[in-house]
């Protein structure tokens, strides 16, 4: 009896120590000095709703206590990662929309002075990813062809200068059709080859004349599936011929 009397005192001391150079969390230590009372015999009637995870039976509850108490200050791994991940990505929420408006404001003046203006529109992404610039209607293609018209290869020039200032910027170009048919004796054997063919012929034209860098652009078809105008008329249909340019910013 003396021997674990002195053990319990030893114990007590123990855990004072422990409790004077510590920042407690007051509910867990609240919990576990209810845990050590009952399993000392030193309280009574303790509510099931007073007890912690460690009440049971005797001196087998010591032994995971050392753990718990060690934890008492430790904040969850799971919500600490999940508050810095929301700060990061805010962060970096942040950077893109003030890269992505810098680019906007850049291209703007570089459409005016290339003259650009009456051919070429600007948008930003709402999530500040890209810019992007969209030929307007029928200007680079004839209905079915996927040949640049001549008169329209200097706006095509000058959108390569453009892509210049951005280098090592990622480019990605789309093409886009009306709704008409391929006819029998075109080379195209639907609205989603010449849509493909359009986006690879600006993409190579840009390549080879504007020495725009091959490896940062990419580009595809997505025919007739996405209009911006009503194909019930020409004026629409030519306003759905088009290509849309997307130039993501240095964060994607």
């Known amino acids: 009896?003396?021997?674990?009397?002195?053990?319990?005192?030893?114990?007590?001391?123990?855990?004072?120590?422990?409790?004077?150079?510590?920042?407690?969390?007051?509910?867990?230590?609240?919990?576990?000095?209810?845990?050590?009372?009952?399993?000392?015999?030193?309280?009574?009637?303790?509510?099931?709703?007073?007890?912690?995870?460690?009440?049971?039976?005797?001196?087998?509850?010591?032994?995971?206590?050392?753990?718990?108490?060690?934890?008492l200050d430790k904040p969850d791994q799971e919500d600490l990662s999940q508050a810095e991940l929301d700060k990061a990505m805010a962060a970096l929420d942040k950077k893109m929309e003030s890269a992505t408006e810098k680019m906007y404001d850049k291209i703007s003046d570089l459409a005016v002075e290339y003259n650009l203006t009456d051919y070429v529109e600007l948008s930003m992404d709402p999530d500040h990813k890209y810019?992007?610039?969209?030929?307007?209607?029928?200007?680079?293609?004839?209905?079915?062809e996927a040949d640049i018209k001549k008169e329209s290869l200097p706006i095509l020039k000058s959108i390569g200068n453009i892509l210049n200032n951005f280098e090592n910027y990622n480019v990605e170009i789309t093409g886009y059709t009306d709704n008409i048919p391929m006819t029998q004796d075109s080379e195209y054997k639907d609205n989603n080859w010449l849509s493909s063919a359009r986006a690879l012929n600006a993409a190579q034209y840009l390549i080879n004349e504007c020495n725009v860098d091959p490896s940062t652009l990419k580009y595809s078809g997505r025919g007739e599936y996405e209009?911006?105008?009503?194909?019930?008329?020409?004026?629409?249909?030519a306003l759905n011929r088009r290509i849309e340019i997307k130039i993501f910013n240095e964060y994607q």
Not at 4 to 9: E, Q, R, S, V
Not at 19 to 28: C, G, L, P, Q, W
Not at 131 to 144: F, M, P
Not at 227 to 237: K, L
């Open 131 to 144: 810019v992007e610039l969209t030929l307007k209607g029928s200007i680079l293609y004839s209905s079915g």
């Open 1 to 71: 009896m003396n021997t674990f009397a002195d053990l319990m005192n030893l114990l007590l001391c123990f855990f004072v120590m422990l409790f004077a150079f510590s920042d407690i969390n007051i509910e867990k230590f609240e919990k576990v000095s209810i845990s050590m009372a009952n399993s000392f015999g030193i309280t009574k009637n303790t509510s099931d709703s007073e007890k912690s995870d460690l009440v049971g039976s005797g001196m087998s509850q010591l032994s995971g206590l050392d753990q718990y108490y060690s934890e």
């Open 227 to 237: 209009p911006i105008a009503s194909n019930e008329t020409e004026e629409g249909r």
